[in-house]
Protein backbone atom coordinates (compact mmCIF):
# COMPACT_ATOMS: atom_id res chain seq x y z
CA UNK A 1 0.00 0.00 0.00
CA UNK A 2 1.59 3.14 -0.84
CA UNK A 3 2.14 5.86 2.00
CA UNK A 4 2.73 3.18 4.30
CA UNK A 5 6.43 3.35 6.54
CA UNK A 6 8.63 0.74 4.65
CA UNK A 7 9.33 -0.80 7.94
CA UNK A 8 5.63 -1.52 8.01
CA UNK A 9 6.14 -3.56 4.67
CA UNK A 10 9.17 -4.95 5.58
CA UNK A 11 7.10 -6.53 8.92
CA UNK A 12 4.48 -7.39 6.87
CA UNK A 13 6.57 -9.53 4.70
CA UNK A 14 8.17 -11.02 7.19
CA UNK A 15 4.84 -12.37 8.12
CA UNK A 16 3.85 -13.63 5.12
CA UNK A 17 6.78 -15.87 5.47
CA UNK A 18 6.20 -16.49 9.28
CA UNK A 19 2.25 -17.45 8.68
CA UNK A 20 2.83 -19.36 5.81
CA UNK A 21 5.26 -21.88 8.06
CA UNK A 22 2.17 -21.65 10.24
CA UNK A 23 0.11 -23.88 7.91
CA UNK A 24 2.87 -26.37 6.39
CA UNK A 25 1.24 -29.05 9.53
CA UNK A 26 -2.43 -29.96 8.11
CA UNK A 27 -1.41 -29.93 4.24
CA UNK A 28 1.48 -33.04 4.83
CA UNK A 29 -0.72 -35.06 7.39
CA UNK A 30 -1.96 -37.39 4.85
CA UNK A 31 1.41 -37.83 4.55
CA UNK A 32 2.47 -37.76 8.10
CA UNK A 33 -0.04 -39.99 9.30
CA UNK A 34 1.07 -43.31 8.11
CA UNK A 35 4.68 -42.64 8.16
CA UNK A 36 4.07 -42.03 12.09
CA UNK A 37 0.60 -44.34 11.91
CA UNK A 38 -1.04 -41.22 13.62
CA UNK A 39 -4.59 -41.82 14.30
CA UNK A 40 -6.94 -39.04 13.77
CA UNK A 41 -7.10 -38.52 17.74
CA UNK A 42 -3.64 -37.86 17.84
CA UNK A 43 -3.17 -36.06 14.65
CA UNK A 44 -5.89 -33.11 16.14
CA UNK A 45 -4.62 -33.29 19.49
CA UNK A 46 -0.69 -32.23 17.78
CA UNK A 47 -2.61 -29.77 16.33
CA UNK A 48 -4.30 -28.35 19.19
CA UNK A 49 -0.51 -28.32 20.91
CA UNK A 50 0.75 -26.19 17.74
CA UNK A 51 -1.97 -23.49 18.39
CA UNK A 52 -1.43 -23.46 22.03
CA UNK A 53 2.08 -22.27 21.56
CA UNK A 54 1.40 -20.23 18.45
CA UNK A 55 -1.61 -18.13 19.67
CA UNK A 56 -2.09 -18.66 23.93
CA UNK A 57 1.33 -18.46 24.22
CA UNK A 58 1.63 -14.77 22.46
CA UNK A 59 0.11 -13.39 25.46
CA UNK A 60 2.94 -14.15 27.55
CA UNK A 61 5.22 -13.07 24.57
CA UNK A 62 3.67 -9.90 24.75
CA UNK A 63 4.16 -9.26 27.94
CA UNK A 64 7.98 -9.84 27.60
CA UNK A 65 8.16 -7.45 25.00
CA UNK A 66 6.47 -4.36 26.80
CA UNK A 67 9.17 -4.63 29.42
CA UNK A 68 12.42 -6.65 27.73
CA UNK A 69 14.25 -6.29 24.06
CA UNK A 70 11.07 -6.45 21.38
CA UNK A 71 13.21 -6.45 18.05
CA UNK A 72 15.12 -9.81 19.93
CA UNK A 73 11.59 -11.32 19.33
CA UNK A 74 10.99 -10.10 16.03
CA UNK A 75 13.64 -11.20 14.78
CA UNK A 76 14.73 -14.43 16.34
CA UNK A 77 11.12 -15.55 16.04
CA UNK A 78 10.54 -15.82 12.62
CA UNK A 79 14.48 -17.61 12.36
CA UNK A 80 13.04 -20.26 15.05
CA UNK A 81 9.52 -20.84 12.81
CA UNK A 82 11.51 -21.52 9.47
CA UNK A 83 13.98 -24.07 10.96
CA UNK A 84 11.80 -25.56 13.30
CA UNK A 85 8.51 -26.23 11.24
CA UNK A 86 10.80 -27.36 7.77
CA UNK A 87 12.20 -30.61 10.34
CA UNK A 88 8.57 -31.94 10.78
CA UNK A 89 9.29 -34.18 7.99
CA UNK A 90 11.93 -35.86 9.64
CA UNK A 91 10.67 -36.62 13.22
CA UNK A 92 10.24 -40.06 13.81
CA UNK A 93 7.97 -40.24 16.42
CA UNK A 94 4.78 -38.34 16.72
CA UNK A 95 6.32 -36.79 20.94
CA UNK A 96 9.42 -35.78 18.86
CA UNK A 97 6.94 -34.31 15.60
CA UNK A 98 4.61 -32.35 18.49
CA UNK A 99 8.30 -30.41 19.54
CA UNK A 100 8.56 -29.62 16.47
CA UNK A 101 5.26 -28.24 16.04
CA UNK A 102 6.00 -26.78 19.59
CA UNK A 103 8.91 -24.84 18.99
CA UNK A 104 8.05 -23.84 15.64
CA UNK A 105 4.71 -22.10 17.19
CA UNK A 106 6.53 -20.52 19.97
CA UNK A 107 8.43 -18.59 17.27
CA UNK A 108 5.80 -17.31 15.93
CA UNK A 109 4.09 -16.01 19.02
CA UNK A 110 7.32 -14.86 19.81
CA UNK A 111 7.23 -12.50 16.77
CA UNK A 112 3.13 -11.52 16.38
CA UNK A 113 2.87 -8.92 19.44
CA UNK A 114 6.13 -7.06 19.09
CA UNK A 115 5.55 -6.95 15.37
CA UNK A 116 1.69 -6.06 15.97
CA UNK A 117 3.01 -2.92 18.19
CA UNK A 118 5.35 -1.78 15.71
CA UNK A 119 3.18 -1.60 12.89
CA UNK A 120 0.87 0.53 14.89
CA UNK A 121 3.00 2.84 15.99
CA UNK A 122 4.64 3.12 12.33
CA UNK A 123 0.74 3.60 11.41
CA UNK A 124 0.96 7.12 11.95
CA UNK A 125 -2.90 9.08 10.94
CA UNK A 126 -3.65 5.38 8.59
CA UNK A 127 -3.02 3.30 11.90
CA UNK A 128 -5.73 0.12 11.06
CA UNK A 129 -4.81 0.48 7.16
CA UNK A 130 -1.36 -0.10 8.18
CA UNK A 131 -2.89 -3.16 10.61
CA UNK A 132 -4.78 -4.40 7.75
CA UNK A 133 -1.71 -4.52 5.47
CA UNK A 134 0.28 -6.44 8.07
CA UNK A 135 -2.98 -8.79 9.14
CA UNK A 136 -3.49 -9.69 5.34
CA UNK A 137 -0.08 -10.39 4.57
CA UNK A 138 -0.23 -12.87 7.42
CA UNK A 139 -3.44 -14.29 6.11
CA UNK A 140 -2.04 -14.47 2.35
CA UNK A 141 0.99 -16.30 3.54
CA UNK A 142 -1.60 -18.93 5.18
CA UNK A 143 -3.76 -20.11 1.97
CA UNK A 144 -0.74 -19.83 0.06
CA UNK A 145 1.65 -22.09 2.08
CA UNK A 146 0.04 -25.21 0.96
CA UNK A 147 0.47 -24.66 -2.10
CA UNK A 148 3.94 -25.16 -1.92
CA UNK A 149 4.29 -27.47 0.64
CA UNK A 150 1.93 -29.97 0.43
CA UNK A 151 3.23 -30.61 -3.86
CA UNK A 152 7.60 -30.62 -2.75
CA UNK A 153 6.75 -33.44 -0.05
CA UNK A 154 4.30 -35.10 -2.12
CA UNK A 155 7.06 -35.25 -5.00
CA UNK A 156 10.11 -35.61 -2.92
CA UNK A 157 9.47 -37.00 0.10
CA UNK A 158 8.92 -35.86 4.03
CA UNK A 159 12.14 -36.50 4.38
CA UNK A 160 13.42 -33.35 2.01
CA UNK A 161 11.13 -30.79 4.13
CA UNK A 162 14.27 -28.95 5.40
CA UNK A 163 15.33 -27.89 2.34
CA UNK A 164 11.85 -25.73 2.06
CA UNK A 165 14.11 -23.72 4.77
CA UNK A 166 16.57 -22.14 2.72
CA UNK A 167 14.91 -19.92 0.40
CA UNK A 168 12.98 -18.73 3.51
CA UNK A 169 16.14 -18.27 5.25
CA UNK A 170 17.41 -16.32 2.33
CA UNK A 171 14.87 -14.02 2.73
CA UNK A 172 14.73 -13.69 6.02
CA UNK A 173 18.36 -12.71 6.18
CA UNK A 174 17.40 -9.54 3.97
CA UNK A 175 14.64 -8.45 5.90
CA UNK A 176 15.70 -8.96 9.31
CA UNK A 177 18.43 -7.12 9.88
CA UNK A 178 16.71 -3.84 8.62
CA UNK A 179 14.50 -3.90 11.25
CA UNK A 180 15.27 -0.87 13.15
CA UNK A 181 15.81 -0.66 16.76
CA UNK A 182 12.80 -0.78 19.35
CA UNK A 183 12.50 0.68 22.98
CA UNK A 184 9.91 -0.56 25.28
CA UNK A 185 7.57 0.65 27.83
CA UNK A 186 10.26 0.95 30.18
CA UNK A 187 12.89 3.05 28.25
CA UNK A 188 10.14 5.38 27.42
CA UNK A 189 9.58 5.80 31.18
CA UNK A 190 6.06 3.95 31.10
CA UNK A 191 5.07 0.67 32.78
CA UNK A 192 4.20 -2.01 30.65
CA UNK A 193 3.09 -5.04 30.47
CA UNK A 194 -0.08 -6.26 32.24
CA UNK A 195 -0.19 -3.91 35.52
CA UNK A 196 -0.70 -1.31 33.01
CA UNK A 197 -3.28 -2.23 31.38
CA UNK A 198 -5.65 -2.71 34.76
CA UNK A 199 -7.18 0.91 34.02
CA UNK A 200 -8.44 -0.05 30.57
CA UNK A 201 -10.12 -3.34 31.44
CA UNK A 202 -13.40 -2.79 30.62
CA UNK A 203 -13.29 -1.80 26.86
CA UNK A 204 -10.57 -4.06 26.84
CA UNK A 205 -12.49 -6.97 28.21
CA UNK A 206 -15.50 -6.47 25.92
CA UNK A 207 -12.44 -5.99 23.11
CA UNK A 208 -11.43 -9.75 23.70
CA UNK A 209 -14.75 -10.69 23.95
CA UNK A 210 -15.47 -9.48 20.87
CA UNK A 211 -12.03 -11.06 19.09
CA UNK A 212 -13.10 -14.72 21.21
CA UNK A 213 -16.81 -14.55 19.66
CA UNK A 214 -15.98 -13.79 15.95
CA UNK A 215 -13.09 -16.17 15.57
CA UNK A 216 -15.62 -18.92 16.59
CA UNK A 217 -17.83 -17.84 14.65
CA UNK A 218 -15.53 -17.88 11.42
CA UNK A 219 -13.42 -20.84 12.58
CA UNK A 220 -16.85 -22.70 12.92
CA UNK A 221 -17.85 -22.08 9.35
CA UNK A 222 -13.88 -22.74 7.57
CA UNK A 223 -14.27 -26.17 9.73
CA UNK A 224 -17.69 -27.70 9.25
CA UNK A 225 -18.50 -26.28 5.69
CA UNK A 226 -16.51 -28.69 3.53
CA UNK A 227 -18.06 -31.31 5.25
CA UNK A 228 -21.35 -30.12 5.14
CA UNK A 229 -20.89 -29.30 1.18
CA UNK A 230 -19.41 -33.24 0.99
CA UNK A 231 -22.43 -34.66 2.60
CA UNK A 232 -24.51 -32.64 0.34
CA UNK A 233 -23.59 -34.24 -3.44
CA UNK A 234 -19.82 -31.83 -3.62
CA UNK A 235 -16.66 -33.22 -4.73
CA UNK A 236 -13.96 -32.95 -2.29
CA UNK A 237 -12.42 -30.65 -5.06
CA UNK A 238 -15.23 -28.97 -4.78
CA UNK A 239 -15.66 -28.46 -1.32
CA UNK A 240 -11.95 -27.16 -1.18
CA UNK A 241 -12.39 -24.67 -3.50
CA UNK A 242 -15.54 -23.69 -1.72
CA UNK A 243 -13.59 -22.94 1.48
CA UNK A 244 -11.29 -21.43 -0.51
CA UNK A 245 -13.19 -19.00 -1.89
CA UNK A 246 -14.79 -18.40 1.68
CA UNK A 247 -11.18 -17.49 2.98
CA UNK A 248 -10.23 -15.27 0.24
CA UNK A 249 -13.58 -13.21 0.73
CA UNK A 250 -12.30 -13.16 4.63
CA UNK A 251 -9.07 -12.42 3.68
CA UNK A 252 -10.04 -9.35 1.45
CA UNK A 253 -12.90 -8.31 4.32
CA UNK A 254 -9.97 -8.12 6.60
CA UNK A 255 -7.71 -5.84 4.44
CA UNK A 256 -10.37 -3.33 3.61
CA UNK A 257 -12.13 -3.11 7.07
CA UNK A 258 -8.87 -1.42 8.07
CA UNK A 259 -9.33 1.50 5.15
CA UNK A 260 -13.09 2.25 6.36
CA UNK A 261 -12.28 2.31 10.54
CA UNK A 262 -9.72 5.38 9.40
CA UNK A 263 -12.22 7.04 7.90
CA UNK A 264 -15.45 6.07 9.98
CA UNK A 265 -13.87 4.83 13.96
CA UNK A 266 -13.35 1.61 14.67
CA UNK A 267 -16.12 1.02 16.79
CA UNK A 268 -18.79 1.66 13.75
CA UNK A 269 -16.83 -0.79 12.01
CA UNK A 270 -16.99 -3.45 14.61
CA UNK A 271 -20.49 -2.83 14.86
CA UNK A 272 -21.98 -2.59 11.36
CA UNK A 273 -19.97 -5.52 10.18
CA UNK A 274 -20.81 -7.73 13.04
CA UNK A 275 -24.41 -7.14 12.69
CA UNK A 276 -24.90 -7.40 9.22
CA UNK A 277 -22.80 -10.60 8.89
CA UNK A 278 -25.63 -12.38 10.75
CA UNK A 279 -28.12 -12.93 7.54
CA UNK A 280 -25.65 -13.95 5.14
CA UNK A 281 -24.40 -16.63 7.63
CA UNK A 282 -27.44 -17.63 8.93
CA UNK A 283 -29.46 -18.20 5.52
CA UNK A 284 -26.69 -19.35 3.79
CA UNK A 285 -26.72 -23.18 5.38
CA UNK A 286 -30.17 -23.17 4.65
CA UNK A 287 -29.51 -23.17 0.65
CA UNK A 288 -27.58 -25.67 -1.48
CA UNK A 289 -24.51 -25.53 -4.23
CA UNK A 290 -22.61 -22.36 -5.01
CA UNK A 291 -25.76 -20.25 -3.77
CA UNK A 292 -24.46 -21.32 0.07
CA UNK A 293 -20.67 -20.83 -0.86
CA UNK A 294 -21.70 -17.00 -1.92
CA UNK A 295 -24.10 -16.31 0.71
CA UNK A 296 -21.36 -17.57 3.49
CA UNK A 297 -18.51 -15.90 1.60
CA UNK A 298 -19.89 -12.42 2.19
CA UNK A 299 -20.82 -13.60 5.48
CA UNK A 300 -17.47 -13.78 6.31
CA UNK A 301 -16.24 -10.21 4.13
CA UNK A 302 -18.13 -8.92 6.56
CA UNK A 303 -17.43 -10.70 9.82
CA UNK A 304 -13.14 -10.72 9.04
CA UNK A 305 -13.51 -7.12 8.13
CA UNK A 306 -13.24 -6.02 12.55
CA UNK A 307 -10.38 -8.23 12.14
CA UNK A 308 -7.26 -5.56 12.20
CA UNK A 309 -9.78 -3.43 14.02
CA UNK A 310 -9.66 -5.02 16.77
CA UNK A 311 -6.25 -5.16 17.55
CA UNK A 312 -5.49 -1.21 16.21
CA UNK A 313 -8.57 0.22 18.82
CA UNK A 314 -7.48 -1.82 21.78
CA UNK A 315 -3.91 -0.58 21.04
CA UNK A 316 -5.23 3.02 21.15
CA UNK A 317 -7.49 2.28 23.78
CA UNK A 318 -3.51 1.33 25.78
CA UNK A 319 -0.79 2.47 23.76
CA UNK A 320 1.44 2.14 26.79
CA UNK A 321 1.50 -1.45 26.24
CA UNK A 322 1.27 -2.26 22.91
CA UNK A 323 2.41 -5.58 22.80
CA UNK A 324 0.40 -6.87 25.31
CA UNK A 325 -2.69 -5.88 23.76
CA UNK A 326 -1.85 -6.60 20.63
CA UNK A 327 -1.54 -10.38 22.36
CA UNK A 328 -4.66 -10.30 23.77
CA UNK A 329 -6.54 -9.47 20.46
CA UNK A 330 -4.80 -11.72 18.53
CA UNK A 331 -3.14 -14.71 19.55
CA UNK A 332 -4.81 -15.43 22.73
CA UNK A 333 -8.23 -13.89 21.36
CA UNK A 334 -7.92 -15.94 18.54
CA UNK A 335 -6.55 -19.07 20.28
CA UNK A 336 -9.37 -19.31 22.78
CA UNK A 337 -11.70 -18.89 19.83
CA UNK A 338 -10.35 -21.56 18.55
CA UNK A 339 -10.31 -23.95 21.57
CA UNK A 340 -13.96 -24.02 21.82
CA UNK A 341 -14.56 -25.06 18.45
CA UNK A 342 -14.80 -28.65 19.41
CA UNK A 343 -18.04 -27.90 21.27
CA UNK A 344 -19.79 -26.62 17.82
CA UNK A 345 -18.76 -30.13 16.94
CA UNK A 346 -20.50 -31.49 19.75
CA UNK A 347 -23.50 -29.76 18.81
CA UNK A 348 -23.38 -30.57 15.46
CA UNK A 349 -23.40 -34.44 16.05
CA UNK A 350 -26.86 -33.91 18.16
CA UNK A 351 -28.99 -31.30 15.88
CA UNK A 352 -27.26 -31.67 12.72
CA UNK A 353 -24.13 -29.57 10.89
CA UNK A 354 -26.64 -27.48 8.81
CA UNK A 355 -28.27 -26.28 12.39
CA UNK A 356 -24.91 -25.69 13.82
CA UNK A 357 -23.64 -23.38 11.87
CA UNK A 358 -27.63 -21.46 11.65
CA UNK A 359 -27.23 -21.34 15.71
CA UNK A 360 -23.25 -19.80 15.15
CA UNK A 361 -24.17 -17.55 12.47
CA UNK A 362 -25.86 -15.57 15.26
CA UNK A 363 -22.96 -15.25 17.84
CA UNK A 364 -21.53 -12.03 16.00
CA UNK A 365 -24.71 -10.49 17.50
CA UNK A 366 -23.56 -11.19 21.04
CA UNK A 367 -20.21 -9.71 19.62
CA UNK A 368 -22.37 -6.63 18.59
CA UNK A 369 -23.95 -5.87 22.01
CA UNK A 370 -20.33 -6.55 23.36
CA UNK A 371 -19.32 -3.60 20.73
CA UNK A 372 -22.14 -0.84 21.83
CA UNK A 373 -20.75 -0.07 24.49
CA UNK A 374 -17.06 0.76 23.54
CA UNK A 375 -15.76 4.59 22.60
CA UNK A 376 -16.75 6.43 19.68
CA UNK A 377 -14.50 8.36 17.49
CA UNK A 378 -11.90 7.90 14.81
CA UNK A 379 -8.47 6.29 15.93
CA UNK A 380 -5.63 8.34 16.99
CA UNK A 381 -3.58 10.71 14.53
CA UNK A 382 -0.31 10.90 16.79
CA UNK A 383 2.45 9.85 14.62
CA UNK A 384 5.36 7.45 16.15
CA UNK A 385 7.58 8.89 18.27
CA UNK A 386 11.35 8.79 17.78
CA UNK A 387 11.88 7.03 20.92
CA UNK A 388 9.47 3.86 20.04
CA UNK A 389 11.88 3.42 16.59
CA UNK A 390 15.33 4.14 16.80
CA UNK A 391 17.06 4.98 13.04
CA UNK A 392 14.41 5.60 10.90
CA UNK A 393 14.52 5.54 7.14
CA UNK A 394 15.47 8.50 5.11
CA UNK A 395 15.53 7.75 1.99
CA UNK A 396 12.68 4.88 1.62
CA UNK A 397 15.20 2.17 2.59
CA UNK A 398 15.86 0.65 6.34
CA UNK A 399 19.27 1.47 8.44
CA UNK A 400 20.05 -2.06 9.90
CA UNK A 401 21.24 -1.37 13.31
Known amino acids: MSGLHPTILLLASTHFIVDGFGNIYAPL ?34 HVADRWRPRVLVVAGPIVTVVGLSMLGLAPTPWLLGAVLVLGGLGGAAFHPPAAALVYRLG ?9 FHLTSGALGFALGPLVFAPFAERYGLHWTPLLMLPALAVLAFLLPRVPPMTHAGERGERGGFRALRPYRKPLTLLYLIVVLRTLASLSFATFLPVMLTRRG ?41 MTAVPFLA ?25 PVNVTFGQMIAPISAATVSSLMMGFGWGMGGLSVPFVGLMADRIGIER ?21 GKLGHAPARAADVGTVETAGTDVAP
Do not use: H
Open 124 to 132: SERKASAMS
Open 283 to 307: IGPTQTGWVLVALVSIGGFLLQSTL
Open 356 to 376: ALVVMAFTPLIAAMCAAPLPR
Open 29 to 62: LPLLIPQLNLSLAAAGTLQMCFQMANSVAQLGFG
Open 234 to 274: MSVSEAGTAIAVYLVASSVGGFLGGPVADRLGPRNVILWSL
